[in-house]
C-alpha cells in the first residue's frame, strides 16, 4: 500500500499555541515533561504472550520510574512532600505510551501507594512508602469482591481483631468474599491493601483496609492466601489480574491503616469520625485521585486516536471527483469532517475541564486552603469527568478505527490495541452509570439544602434566583459567562447560532430544568419506595450529563478567554461553537419538547454544524498538534 503522505505536515505555529492553550494552568510541566519523557520503547509490540507482555510492562515501568516518570510527586516518608501536580502529570505522560504500563503504574503509586500514603499513618508511610515509590514492594488495592463490586460497602471480607494476641485476623468466609479483578494480584504482588468489615468484639465499624504480605520472596502465596491469576482479558494483558482469598491470616495490629479509625492499644476501636457512613465516605474521598487519573488517561487515549485517524485522512485519497483528478482527501468530505472534527472539539472541551479538575485537586491535595464543600464538588466533578471522558474514549477510538477502514483495524496502526485497553475504562474506578448516579445525587443534594432553606424563609419569589445562582455553581469565569448568558437570555431566539451566551444559556436551562424536575418526582417517589425511585434512574443519568456538559463548556470558555495568541483565540471560539452545537444537537428533543428552541432553530442548528465543520477543516492537523502528541509518538505504520 502507498501512501501519499503530504510533506507539509508538519508542526505548525498554530498547533503549538493551541497546546499551549490546551494544557493551560499546565503548560510549564507538560511542556517540560514532553521533552524528558523517554520515547523510545513507548509501544508494545502486539502479539506477546501473556508473560512476556506482563514481563515488557515491568520492565518499562521501572525504566520509566528511573527516569522520574513513576512514583512522581509521591512522598516517601512521613516528612516529605507531596507534589500532586508532578504526580498528574507523570500519570498522563504514560497514557501516551502502552496503557498496561500507564494503568500498572497507577495501581502501584496511585492505588496500592495512595492508599498507604492517605489511608495510613507515620509509620506506615516511614515503613513502606521508600519501597513502594522504589518499586521493590508491589502491592495490589484489593477492594472489589467476586460478590461485591460498585455495592463496596456490602463487601465480606473480615477484618477481625483478635485480643489475645493484639492482631487482626484477615477472613474471606464465603466464596463471593473472594477478591477480584486485583491489579498485581496473579504474579507481581506481595503485599496487599485488603479492604473489609471491620469487627471488634463482636461490633461492625464498616469497611476499613489493612496491609497484608501476599507472597514471599519467591512469589509464593503466603499461609492463608490463595491467589488466582484471570489471565487473558479483553485488553490491558501487560497488567497481572486476579484473585485473592484469605483464611483467617494474621496481621500485627499496626498493619491497620488507622488514619480514620482503629484499634489502640488498650483493645478498643477510636475514631475522629463518630459517624460511620461519614467515615465511609470520608476515607474513600481521599482516594479521588484515580478517578481524576483515569479521566485524563482516557481523555489521551481519544486524543491518540483523533490524531492517528486525522493525520491518516488528510493523506488518504478515495475516488476521483471533478476538481479532484488525484482523487479527494477523505477530510474533504463533509461525512468525514462530522465523524472527527465534533470530536476533536469535545476532546478540547474535556482537555479544558480536566485542567480545573486537576487544578483543584491540587489545591486540595497541595496543602492549599479548602471546604468541606470544595472537597465535596472535587468528588463529585472527578466522578462525573471520569465517565464521560472514558464513554468518550470508547465511542471515539470506534469511530477512529472506522474512519481509518481496513487500516485501522490493523494492529500496526494501533487503534484496535488503544481501543481493547481503553474498553474497561468505563467500569474500573467506578462503574459509569454508577459514577453518573452520584453526580445526580449529589446535585439534588445541593437542591435540597436550598429549598430547605427557601421553605424556612418562605421566600419563595426569590426561589427561581437562588436556584440559579447556588444550585447551577458555575465553574471559572463566572462573570464572563453571566455577562454572555444575561444578554443572551434576553432575546434567545434572535442571536445567532454561534453565539456563545445562548449556548451557555441553553446548557443552563437543560441542567436547571433537568434538575428542578428531577427533585420534585424523586421528593414524592421517594415516599412510593425502591421500584419508584429505580424509575427515575434515566432522568438522574440525563441530569448528571446535562451538568457535565456545562462544566466542559464553561471551562471551554474560560480557556478561551485565558489564551493569549489571537489565532490560536479565534480557531478555539469555532471550536468551542461546534462542541455547543453538537451537544445542542444530541438533545434536540429535549429542547424542542421544553420549547426552548423552534422547530426552524433545530434545523438551522444541523447546517451550522456542517458550516463550522467547513472552516475548521483547514486546521485540522494543527488542531490535533494542539493535542501535544508528536506524530512519532502515535507508532501507527499507516502514518509512515
Ligand atoms: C481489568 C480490571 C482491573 C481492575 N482492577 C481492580 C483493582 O486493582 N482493585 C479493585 O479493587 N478492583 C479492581 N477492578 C474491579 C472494578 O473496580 C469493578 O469491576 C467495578 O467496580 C465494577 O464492579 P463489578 O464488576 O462487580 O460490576 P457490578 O457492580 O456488578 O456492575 C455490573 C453492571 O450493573 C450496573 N449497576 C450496578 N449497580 C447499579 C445501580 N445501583 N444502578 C444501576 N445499575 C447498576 C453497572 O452499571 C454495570 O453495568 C478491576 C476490574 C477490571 C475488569
Known amino acids: 500500500?502507498?501512501?501519499?503522505?503530504?510533506?507539509?505536515?508538519?508542526?505548525?505555529?498554530?498547533?503549538?499555541?493551541?497546546?499551549?492553550?490546551?494544557?493551560?494552568?499546565?503548560?510549564?510541566?507538560?511542556?517540560?515533561?514532553?521533552?524528558?519523557?523517554?520515547?523510545?520503547?513507548?509501544?508494545?509490540?502486539?502479539?506477546?504472550?501473556?508473560?512476556?507482555?506482563?514481563?515488557?510492562?515491568?520492565?518499562?515501568?521501572?525504566?520509566?520510574?528511573?527516569?522520574?516518570?513513576?512514583?512522581?510527586?509521591?512522598?516517601?516518608?512521613?516528612?516529605?512532600?507531596?507534589?500532586?501536580?508532578?504526580?498528574?502529570?507523570?500519570?498522563?505522560?504514560?497514557?501516551?505510551?502502552?496503557?498496561?504500563?500507564?494503568?500498572?503504574?497507577?495501581?502501584?503509586?496511585?492505588?496500592?501507594?495512595?492508599?498507604?500514603?492517605?489511608?495510613?499513618?507515620?509509620?506506615?508511610?516511614?515503613?513502606?512508602?521508600?519501597?513502594?515509590?522504589?518499586?521493590?514492594?508491589?502491592?495490589?488495592?484489593?477492594?472489589?469482591?467476586?460478590?461485591?463490586?460498585?455495592?463496596?460497602?456490602?463487601?465480606?471480607?473480615?477484618?477481625?481483631?483478635?485480643?489475645?494476641?493484639?492482631?487482626?485476623?484477615?477472613?474471606?468466609?464465603?466464596?463471593?468474599?473472594?477478591?477480584?479483578?486485583?491489579?498485581?494480584?496473579?504474579?507481581?504482588?506481595?503485599?496487599?491493601?485488603?479492604?473489609?468489615?471491620?469487627?471488634?468484639?463482636?461490633?461492625?465499624?464498616?469497611?476499613?483496609?489493612?496491609?497484608?504480605?501476599?507472597?514471599?520472596?519467591?512469589?509464593?502465596?503466603?499461609?492463608?492466601?490463595?491467589?488466582?491469576?484471570?489471565?487473558?482479558?479483553?485488553?490491558?494483558?501487560?497488567?497481572?489480574?486476579?484473585?485473592?482469598?484469605?483464611?483467617?491470616?494474621?496481621?500485627?495490629?499496626?498493619?491497620?491503616?488507622?488514619?480514620?479509625?482503629?484499634?489502640?492499644?488498650?483493645?478498643?476501636?477510636?475514631?475522629?469520625?463518630?459517624?460511620?457512613?461519614?467515615?465511609?465516605?470520608?476515607?474513600?474521598?481521599?482516594?479521588?485521585?484515580?478517578?481524576?487519573?483515569?479521566?485524563?488517561?482516557?481523555?489521551?487515549?481519544?486524543?491518540?486516536?483523533?490524531?492517528?485517524?486525522?493525520?491518516y485522512a488528510l493523506s488518504r485519497r478515495q475516488f476521483t471527483a471533478p476538481q479532484h483528478p488525484d482523487g479527494v482527501v477523505l477530510l474533504d468530505y463533509l461525512t468525514h469532517q462530522r465523524r472527527l472534527l465534533p470530536g476533536i472539539a469535545r476532546a478540547y472541551a474535556l482537555g479544558f475541564a480536566q485542567n480545573e479538575l486537576s487544578a483543584k485537586l491540587v489545591q486540595i491535595q497541595g496543602g492549599g486552603d479548602f471546604t468541606e464543600r470544595d472537597q465535596r464538588e472535587l468528588e463529585t466533578r472527578a466522578a462525573g469527568l471520569k465517565a464521560v471522558a472514558t464513554r468518550f474514549a470508547n465511542d471515539t477510538l470506534q469511530t477512529c478505527r472506522e474512519a481509518c477502514g481496513g487500516a485501522g483495524f490493523m494492529s500496526a496502526n494501533q487503534l484496535v490495541g488503544l481501543r481493547a485497553d481503553a474498553d474497561i475504562y468505563a467500569t474500573f474506578e467506578g462503574d459509569n452509570t454508577v459514577l453518573l448516579q452520584l453526580v445526580a445525587k449529589a446535585l439534588l443534594t445541593d437542591y435540597k439544602q436550598l429549598w430547605e432553606g427557601l421553605d424556612r424563609i418562605g421566600a419563595a419569589q426569590a426561589t427561581a434566583r437562588i436556584i440559579g445562582e447556588g444550585v447551577l455553581e458555575r465553574t471559572a469565569a463566572n462573570r464572563l459567562i453571566e455577562r454572555l448568558v444575561a444578554t443572551a437570555s434576553r432575546r434567545p431566539e434572535e442571536v445567532a447560532l454561534v453565539d456563545r451566551g445562548w449556548h451557555a444559556y441553553l446548557f443552563e436551562e437543560r441542567e436547571r430544568h433537568a434538575l428542578a424536575s428531577l427533585a420534585r418526582r424523586m421528593r414524592t417517589a421517594s415516599r412510593r419506595g425502591f421500584d419508584a425511585v429505580s424509575e427515575l434512574g434515566d432522568h438522574m443519568l440525563f441530569v448528571a450529563r446535562a451538568h457535565l456538559e456545562r462544566v466542559m463548556l464553561e471551562a471551554f470558555i474560560a480557556g478561551i478567554d485565558a489564551c493569549s495568541d489571537p489565532e490560536a483565540k479565534a480557531v478555539l471560539e469555532r471550536l468551542c461553537s461546534l462542541f455547543a452545537l453538537t451537544s445542542i444537537a444530541e438533545d434536540r428533543a429535549w429542547f424542542l419538547e421544553h420549547n426552548r428552541i423552534s422547530t426552524g432553530r433545530a434545523k438551522a442548528i444541523g447546517a451550522q454544524v456542517n458550516a463550522l465543520c467547513h472552516e475548521l477543516r483547514p486546521e485540522a492537523l494543527s488542531l490535533v498538534e494542539g493535542f501535544g502528541i508528536p506524530q512519532s509518538w502515535l507508532g501507527a505504520e499507516l502514518l509512515t
Open 1 to 311: 500500500m502507498t501512501l501519499l503522505m503530504d510533506p507539509t505536515l508538519t508542526s505548525t505555529e498554530l498547533g503549538a499555541a493551541l497546546t499551549r492553550a490546551l494544557d493551560g494552568q499546565f503548560a510549564e510541566q507538560r511542556a517540560s515533561a514532553r521533552e524528558s519523557f523517554p520515547v523510545d520503547n513507548l509501544l508494545r509490540a502486539p502479539g506477546m504472550s501473556l508473560d512476556e507482555a506482563r514481563d515488557w510492562v515491568l520492565n518499562r515501568l521501572t525504566e520509566l520510574s528511573d527516569a522520574g516518570f513513576g512514583a512522581s510527586g509521591m512522598k516517601t516518608s512521613a516528612d516529605g512532600e507531596a507534589d500532586p501536580a508532578a504526580a498528574l502529570v507523570a500519570f498522563e505522560m504514560l497514557a501516551h505510551g502502552d496503557l498496561s504500563v500507564n494503568i500498572k503504574s497507577g495501581v502501584q503509586f496511585g492505588l496500592f501507594g495512595g492508599a498507604v500514603t492517605n489511608l495510613g499513618t507515620a509509620w506506615h508511610h516511614d515503613t513502606f512508602l521508600a519501597d513502594i515509590t522504589s518499586l521493590k514492594l508491589l502491592g495490589c488495592y484489593a477492594m472489589t469482591e467476586l460478590g461485591h463490586g460498585s455495592d463496596v460497602s456490602g463487601i465480606e471480607t473480615t477484618i477481625t481483631y483478635v485480643a489475645e494476641t493484639d492482631e487482626y485476623e484477615v477472613h474471606s468466609e464465603t466464596e463471593s468474599a473472594t477478591k477480584a479483578y486485583i491489579g498485581n494480584a496473579a504474579r507481581d504482588g506481595r503485599m496487599a491493601v485488603v479492604y473489609g468489615q471491620l469487627l471488634v468484639r463482636g461490633k461492625n465499624h464498616g469497611v476499613h483496609a489493612i496491609l497484608v504480605p501476599i507472597r514471599d520472596e519467591n512469589g509464593r502465596d503466603l499461609p492463608g492466601v490463595t491467589s488466582g491469576d484471570q489471565g487473558w482479558k479483553g485488553g490491558l494483558l501487560g497488567v497481572d489480574n486476579g484473585t485473592l482469598r484469605f483464611a483467617r491470616v494474621r496481621v500485627p495490629r499496626r498493619m491497620l491503616l488507622d488514619r480514620y479509625g482503629g484499634v489502640d492499644a488498650s483493645g478498643v476501636y477510636t475514631s475522629p469520625i463518630e459517624n460511620p457512613n461519614r467515615r465511609f465516605f470520608t476515607m474513600l474521598g481521599t482516594l479521588v485521585r484515580g478517578r481524576v487519573c483515569i479521566a485524563a488517561s482516557g481523555a489521551i487515549a481519544a486524543r491518540r486516536g483523533l490524531s492517528i485517524a486525522t493525520r
